[in-house]
């Protein structure tokens, strides 16, 4: 009796469902737990092996089962299909100005749709989205004309389809672009750099492009955009045109990344050093002309600027065409510092070359000519006359001795004062002459050095109007820049 009632209230829950089940019999409490895990654990097993299909599954399934990849989604051949593109501009990686690219990462939206990716949620329990593989399916080519280059992109395998044959392909791409940069006003620059998406080989009657946003939105749309580096985000316009080839025309979308430098770093390292040797090289035109630590001083800072020169040259953009003005404005202030060298050196030269010139002078030349009067001239003449007349003393000291006794006394008496007074009066000319002598290359010598002073002074105002002039121009021109 006991064994039916156990076989019926087995029937009874087989039919209500396994997993209500409890057998119930007068076994042992162990060996019923036993029994149950072992019918639980076959009943899941005999589920794998003939699984009811989920409606996802089903709906995957019947989405792809004649679908072919390789056609154009569209009932009708005649139809174009419209791709719809939003482009928002995440961060600029690098700027290349010597190989012309740029680097940037963008979040690239494509959204399209396929006639053949339809079906009603209401039989699918509801789903109104599902994802798909992007290789089952057909994806517009869709390509960027100035790529050169593979960036390091994520590869993203899925799109979201909806059950109105909407296709949403959303990713991050790292684009390496060729650009037309710009270098001439670093680092005051701004740089246009454009991207254009159109299709590869669909003209514009089998795939169009249009703008998912509005051209005013994603000009204006700078949220996603990374502004803590080294440049700045100004504006990203954009236009759709067709672009006609042969016989044919195809439909492009191109955005321009319009980005401007931020300066105040370049500033810092590389200008501001460069105008503050400029300004000591200025203060040294103060020290004295005729003072031998100028040249050193000035050969010191030209010195110093060519270390600061090559080492600043990594900071430097490269070109392969045209100079940057900051290289030109390097260039100019290296010139600038020897031409400043050079006009020292002149001037010490005219200063030792006027010490040459007093001490090689003969006295006709370097007294008379300048200072020459009838005093100097009657003092040579008195020269003169005097060893003429002590020529005639001798003699008459001669025709003496034919004399007599009394006469040679007093005569030699006579002729003995007249030597002393002629001799002290030769010492006091000679002396007198040579006094005057030293005076007068003391006044030579001061007057070129005052003729040495003035020619500083010139070369010094021109030297000052030529950096004043350069430094203004260069200012302007980058204030110009900068503010537009």
């Given at each position: ?329 390097f260039a100019v202030c290296m010139a600038l510092l020897v031409l ?43 020269l003169v006359s005097m060893k003429t007349k002590e020529d005639l ?92």
């Amino acid at each position: 009796m006991t064994e039916r009632k156990v076989a019926r209230h087995s029937e009874g829950s087989r039919s209500r469902g396994l997993g209500k089940w409890k057998p119930q019999c007068e076994c042992p409490g162990r060996w019923g737990t036993q029994v149950s895990v072992w019918l639980l654990a076959k009943g899941q097993k005999n589920r794998t092996r003939n699984p009811k299909k989920s409606a996802l599954h089903q709906l995957t399934k019947r989405l792809l089962k004649n679908y072919s990849k390789g056609v154009r989604p569209v009932n009708n051949w005649t139809e174009a299909t419209v791709v719809y593109i939003d482009f928002i501009l995440q961060s600029v990686l690098d700027v290349d100005g010597q190989n012309q690219k740029v680097t940037t990462s963008i979040w690239y939206r494509q959204i399209w749709n396929d006639q053949f990716l339809m079906w009603d949620p209401a039989a699918f329990d509801g789903i109104n989205e599902i994802s798909l593989s992007s290789d089952a399916i057909w994806v517009p080519d869709i390509i960027i004309s100035e790529l050169v280059d593979v960036g390091r992109s994520p590869y993203l395998p899925y799109v979201y389809v909806n059950s109105s044959g909407v296709v949403k392909n959303y990713k991050p791409i790292q684009v390496v672009s060729a650009c037309s940069l710009e270098m001439y006003a670093f680092p005051f620059d701004k740089q246009n750099c454009t991207l254009t998406f159109r299709s590869w080989l669909h003209t514009v009657n089998e795939v169009d492009l249009a703008m998912w946003r509005s051209f005013e939105e994603v000009k204006n749309d700078k949220r996603a955009f990374m502004n803590d580096g080294e440049w700045e985000l100004v504006a990203i316009p954009a236009r759709y045109e067709q672009l006609h080839m042969e016989t044919t025309d195809y439909a492009q979308i191109q955005f321009n990344v319009i980005i401007r430098r931020r300066p105040l770093l370049y500033v810092v390292s590389l200008l501001i050093p460069s105008i503050f040797l400029m300004v000591v090289d200025v203060m040294s035109f103060y020290l004295p002309p005729n003072c031998g630590t100028r040249i050193t001083f000035k050969a010191s800072l030209l010195l110093g600027y060519t270390v600061f020169r090559v080492n600043i040259s990594d900071d430097l953009p490269a070109t392969a065409i045209q100079t940057p003005l900051i290289g030109v404005f390097f260039a100019v202030c290296m010139a600038l510092l020897v031409l400043s060298l050079a006009k020292s050196i002149f001037i010490v030269k005219l200063l030792h070359h006027n010490g040459k010139t007093v001490k090689g002078t003969p006295i006709s030349s370097s007294m008379f000519t300048k200072y020459g009067s009838s005093s100097l001239i009657f003092n040579e003449n008195s020269l003169v006359s005097m060893k003429t007349k002590e020529d005639l003393n001798q003699i008459r000291g001669f025709d003496a001795e034919i004399g007599s006794d009394e006469e040679s006394v007093v005569i030699n008496g006579e002729h003995t004062k007249n030597l002393i007074l002629e001799k002290i009066h030769e010492e006091i000319v000679l002396l007198n002459y040579c006094l005057r002598q030293v005076d007068n290359t003391n006044c030579m010598k001061i007057d070129w050095l005052a003729l040495c002073y003035e020619v500083d002074k010139v070369l010094f105002h021109v030297y000052l109007f030529i950096l004043v002039i350069y430094t203004s121009t260069l200012c302007s021109l980058w204030a110009v820049w900068s503010s537009e």
